[in-house]
C-alpha cells in the first residue's frame, strides 16, 4: 500500500511542478546578477516596478531585455510608448521573439494610463510597460496596481521625472544611470538589497552590404576624438 | 432569426431557403382541421407583410412549385388567387409547372444557355425530354434540373427548434444625451443574455445595439414605430463571457455619434456559436483568454484609431529610421503569427509592400549578405528616434561638432565619431543624403545627422 502512495506523490510532484520556475515568482530581467539581489528573482508579479532613469541612461535598453525575456518564456508582454520613440527595427534585431509582444504607441503622451489600465484589465499580459507617459497621480497608480494585482501581471512605469519616483509607492524601484564606460548602472533603491549592478553595453554600428541594389555610399571614414573641453565657434552649415 | 421566429407561430416546420435570401419554406400539411391551407396562406401572408408591404405566400406540394408560383404571382398568373397567395391544387405541381419560363427552375446558367438555344423555353418542354437523354447529355445536373421542373423536388422544410429570444429592451426613464446611463442599461442586459448563453452552452457571435432616439421622428402616430438606430458587432470568436461583450459594446457606443437623445436601448445577440468550453491551464503560464486579447485590442484601436498596436519588423534599409516599421496587430492571432524563432524581418523597398519573411522559418530564406539582420543582439543600447528629426545647431571644431543647440538648450559633445555617409533611393521620391555622427554627451550617446542637400543639422536619436 506505501509503494502506491509514494508512486502518487511522485508522480504528484512531476504534475505540480512549475514548468517555468523562474516566472513564477517574477519576471526576469536578463541581467542575472540583478535578478539574483531582487527578492522575487525579477520583477515582481501583481506589484508596481518603477524605472527610472535620464535620458540615454540605458533604462530601455534594460526594459528591452525585459521584454525578451518575458516573450522568451511564452509569456505576452505589452509596451506603452507614449513619446513614439522607439525604434521598430532595433527592437525586431535585439528580441528573440516576436510572439506576443505588443507596442502600443497611442498618438498622445496622455493616452498612456488609460492604454494600460486597457492592457492590465484584460488579464493576458504578464507584463505591461507604462514608458515615457506624464507622471501619474496616485489615484491612478493605485488603480493600475490593483489591476496589474488582479491580473498577475509586472506593471512597470519607465519615467525620467525625480518627482514621480515619491508618488507612486511601487514595490520596487530601480534607478538606471549612465556608467562611465559603455553601459548603465542599476540601483535597487527600493524593495530589495540597495545595491548597484554595472552592465556594459555595446552600441551596434551596421557594416553590412544589403540586398539594396545601390550599395551605399560610405566612403566617409569614421573620424574619433576624445575632447576634454569644448570650445564655442559659428555652427557650421 | 427573427422572420423564421415569427413564421414559427404559423407552421412548427420552418426553413431559410438555402441561397436565396428572402425565402423561407414553410411545412403547410396538417391544416386541415385548422382553416385548411387557405387559413394558413393568409396567416402567413400577414406575418410576412410586417416585414415587406409586398410578400408573397404559395403553397404547392414541392418547393419548386411554390417558388414558381409566388413569382407567377407577381406577374398576375396566379392558378387560385386568394389576397396574394397561391395556393396549387394537390398533384397539380407539373401542370403548373408546365408553362412556367425556365428561369424558375432552379439550375445552371450554362445549362439554361443550352437549352434555351435548343428552343426550350419552358419547365414543361424540358419536362418532356426523356430523362435518359438528358442525364446522359447534362450528367447528373441536367437531371436534377429535369426532375425539378417536373415538379419533383426533394426539398422540404424542417422542425426548426424553437430559439430563445435573446433580445433585452430597455427603456430610459428620461431621455439622456450621453452614454454613461446607456452603458449601465447594456452591462445589466448583458448579464441576463450572458446567464442565458451559458445555460444553453452557446457562445455570442454577434451582438446589435438598437437605440431608440427622441428626435423629432417619433412624434408619430400611435403605433407607428419609433426612431431606432441599429449596429452590429461581429465578435472575431464565439464568447459568452461579459466582461468581453461588455468591451465590445462599450466600443461601439463610444464611436456612436449621437444626434438625437437616447429613449431607449435594446441589446440582441444576432447569432451564437457552441460555446468553445477553453479553459485556462494552471500549468501553462503562456495561456491565454483569446476572447479578452481581442475585446482589449477593439477597445484600443476605436479609442486611439488605427496603428496604434504594433509590433516590429526589421527592414533591409541603412536608414536608422527606415531600418524597421511597425506592423498593426488587427487581431489578437497576428501576434502569434511570426511566432517562435526569432524577429520579423520585411524585404522591401517601400512600405507598399508587405512581403513579410519569419527568421529562421523553414521557408524563409534569406541572401547570406544580409544575414545581420536575424542576429539576435540584445546586448546593444536601445535607440530611441525622434518620430521627425529636429534641426539642431552645431558647433564645429576641428572637421568634428563640438557641441549643439536643441530646444535652446547647448549640450557639449565630449565624443564624436563619423560621419556615417548614406545617401540613396535617388530613384524615388525620397532621395537622402546624409552624414550621420554618433556623438557623446552629458544626454549619453546620441545621432545626429547633416543634410547635405540643405546643409542643415538635426537630431536623429539617441541611445537610451
Not at chain 1, 148 to 156: H, Q
Not at chain 1, 184 to 201: A, D
Not at chain 2, 16 to 35: H, I, K, N, T, Y
Request: glycine share 10%; net charge neutral.
Amino acid at each position: 500500500m506505501s509503494m502506491p502512495i509514494a508512486v502518487l506523490r511522485q508522480q504528484l510532484a512531476q504534475v505540480l511542478r512549475p514548468p517555468i520556475p523562474d516566472t513564477m515568482g517574477g519576471l526576469a530581467t536578463g541581467v542575472e546578477s540583478l535578478d539574483a539581489i531582487l527578492p522575487a528573482r525579477g520583477l515582481p508579479r501583481g506589484r508596481l516596478t518603477e524605472v527610472l532613469g535620464a535620458r540615454g541612461s540605458g533604462k530601455t535598453t534594460l526594459l528591452r531585455q525585459v521584454v525578451d525575456q518575458t516573450a522568451g518564456h511564452g509569456l505576452w508582454a505589452a509596451y506603452v510608448d507614449a513619446r513614439r520613440t522607439l525604434a521598430p527595427g532595433d527592437w525586431a534585431r535585439a528580441c528573440r521573439s516576436a510572439h506576443g509582444v505588443w507596442m502600443v504607441r497611442p498618438r498622445a503622451a496622455g493616452a498612456g494610463a488609460w492604454c494600460a489600465d486597457v492592457l492590465l484589465r484584460s488579464g493576458a499580459f504578464a507584463l505591461v510597460i507604462l514608458d515615457g507617459a506624464p507622471p501619474l497621480t496616485r489615484q491612478v497608480a493605485v488603480r493600475l496596481t490593483r489591476l496589474a494585482r488582479d491580473a498577475d501581471a509586472a506593471f512597470v512605469v519607465a519615467a525620467e521625472d525625480e518627482r514621480s519616483a515619491t508618488m507612486l509607492g511601487g514595490a520596487l524601484r530601480l534607478r538606471v544611470e549612465r556608467a562611465r564606460r559603455p553601459g548603465t548602472r542599476i540601483t535597487v533603491e527600493k524593495g530589495g538589497i540597495h545595491r548597484t549592478i554595472e552592465v556594459s553595453y555595446a552600441i551596434s554600428v551596421a557594416r553590412c552590404l544589403c540586398t539594396h541594389p545601390e550599395v551605399p555610399d560610405r566612403r566617409g571614414v569614421a573620424r574619433s576624438r576624445a575632447r576634454s573641453a569644448s570650445t564655442c565657434k559659428p555652427p557650421a552649415g | 432569426m427573427d422572420v423564421t421566429a415569427a413564421l414559427l407561430a404559423a407552421s412548427p416546420r420552418v426553413s431559410p431557403a438555402a441561397d436565396e435570401p428572402g425565402v423561407w419554406w414553410v411545412g403547410a400539411s396538417g391544416f386541415e382541421r385548422l382553416g385548411g391551407e387557405p387559413a394558413l396562406a393568409r396567416e402567413l401572408l400577414a406575418l410576412a407583410r410586417t416585414w415587406h408591404p409586398r410578400a408573397r405566400v404559395a403553397i404547392a406540394d414541392s418547393c419548386v412549385a411554390a417558388r414558381a408560383a409566388t413569382w407567377a404571382n407577381r406577374q398576375g398568373q396566379g392558378e387560385q388567387r386568394g389576397e396574394d397567395a397561391v395556393i396549387i391544387p394537390p398533384a397539380g405541381d407539373a401542370r403548373y409547372l408546365a408553362p412556367a419560363p425556365l428561369a424558375l427552375i432552379p439550375m445552371d446558367s450554362e445549362l439554361h444557355e443550352t437549352l434555351a438555344a435548343l428552343g426550350l423555353r419552358t419547365a414543361g418542354a424540358f419536362a418532356a425530354l426523356e430523362g435518359e437523354d438528358v442525364e446522359r447529355r447534362w450528367g447528373a445536373d441536367g437531371l436534377a434540373a429535369w426532375h425539378l421542373a417536373r415538379g419533383e423536388d426533394e426539398r422540404r422544410p424542417v422542425l426548426t427548434p424553437r430559439q430563445p429570444s435573446r433580445v433585452v429592451d430597455t427603456e430610459l426613464p428620461a431621455p439622456v444625451e450621453t452614454m454613461e446611463p446607456v452603458l449601465f442599461l447594456v452591462r445589466a442586459a448583458l448579464d441576463r443574455l450572458a446567464a442565458g448563453l451559458a445555460a444553453d452552452g452557446r457562445a455570442a457571435a454577434a451582438l446589435a445595439i438598437t437605440l431608440t432616439l427622441d428626435s423629432a421622428r417619433s412624434a408619430l402616430p400611435h403605433g407607428a414605430r419609433a426612431h431606432t438606430v441599429t449596429r452590429e458587432v461581429r465578435l472575431p470568436r464565439p464568447t459568452a463571457r461579459v466582461a468581453q461583450l461588455f468591451e465590445h459594446c462599450r466600443a461601439l457606443l463610444e464611436e456612436w455619434p449621437l444626434d438625437a437623445p437616447i429613449a431607449g436601448v435594446a441589446v440582441a445577440i444576432t447569432a451564437t456559436g457552441p460555446s468553445a468550453g477553453e479553459q485556462g491551464d494552471l500549468l501553462a503560464p503562456g495561456w491565454h483568454d483569446g476572447a479578452a486579447v481581442d475585446a482589449a485590442l477593439i477597445r484600443l484601436r476605436t479609442e486611439l484609431g488605427a496603428d496604434v498596436v504594433v509590433r516590429p519588423v526589421a527592414r533591409d534599409e541603412h536608414r536608422p529610421d527606415q531600418a524597421g516599421a511597425w506592423v498593426e496587430i488587427t487581431q489578437a492571432d497576428d501576434a502569434l503569427a511570426d511566432g517562435d524563432a526569432g524577429g520579423t524581418t520585411e524585404r522591401g523597398e517601400g512600405r507598399g509592400e508587405r512581403r513579410r519573411i519569419r527568421n529562421g522559418g523553414a521557408g524563409a530564406k534569406l541572401p547570406e549578405h544580409s544575414a545581420d539582420t536575424h542576429v539576435v543582439d540584445a546586448r546593444h543600447l536601445a535607440l530611441r528616434l525622434l518620430e521627425e528629426p529636429e534641426p539642431i545647431t552645431v558647433e564645429w571644431e576641428a572637421n568634428v561638432p563640438a557641441g549643439m543647440w536643441w530646444r535652446e538648450c547647448r549640450s557639449p559633445i565630449r565624443r564624436a565619431t563619423g560621419p556615417e555617409r548614406l545617401s540613396g533611393h535617388w530613384w524615388k521620391d525620397d532621395d537622402f543624403h546624409r552624414d550621420y555622427w554618433r556623438c557623446e554627451g552629458e544626454m549619453g550617446e546620441f545621432l545626429i545627422f547633416l543634410d547635405r542637400r540643405t546643409r542643415e543639422w538635426y537630431l536623429h536619436g539617441w541611445y537610451d
